[in-house]
């Protein structure tokens, strides 16, 4: 059984990402549901998985994170409207077996992500 996860790591200071606030959304042609709210913890994690078991399926999903909230909480000055606020990753699951990790490397003025394990 496959588990879907995340993390955050800033990359303005090096270390992960804690207290960033997310939204995990599965993605159908009628529109978007919400699956789970959560909030990184002081490793930039999440405390479990976002889905796993029967829980996560075949589809499309999307992780929507708070990145421009973080920054202004750490005290991070920044322009408005803010060049980076709400990042959204759009991606799919095609193998529900297997494990899909969707890390969030950001800062105010880029991010990316990849597919991990």
């Not at 270390?15 to 930039?44: C, F, I, M, Q, R």
């Not at 421009?68 to 408005?80: K, T």
Request: aromatic share 10%; net charge negative.
């Amino acid at each position: 059984m496959g588990k879907l996860s995340t993390h955050v790591l800033d990359i303005t200071k090096g270390k992960p990402g804690a207290g960033v606030k997310l939204a995990l959304y599965a993605v159908a042609e009628g529109g978007k549901t919400l699956l789970k709210h959560a909030v990184t913890n002081s490793d930039g994690r999440c405390d479990a998985p976002l889905l796993e078991g029967e829980a996560l399926q075949p589809g499309k999903y999307e992780l929507v994170f708070a990145a421009g909230d973080y920054f202004a909480q750490q005290g991070v000055s920044l322009p408005e409207p803010r060049f980076v606020d709400e990042v959204v990753i759009a991606f799919g699951v095609a193998d529900a077996s297997q494990n899909y990790h969707v890390p969030l490397v950001v800062s105010p003025w880029a991010y990316s992500t990849y597919r991990g394990s």
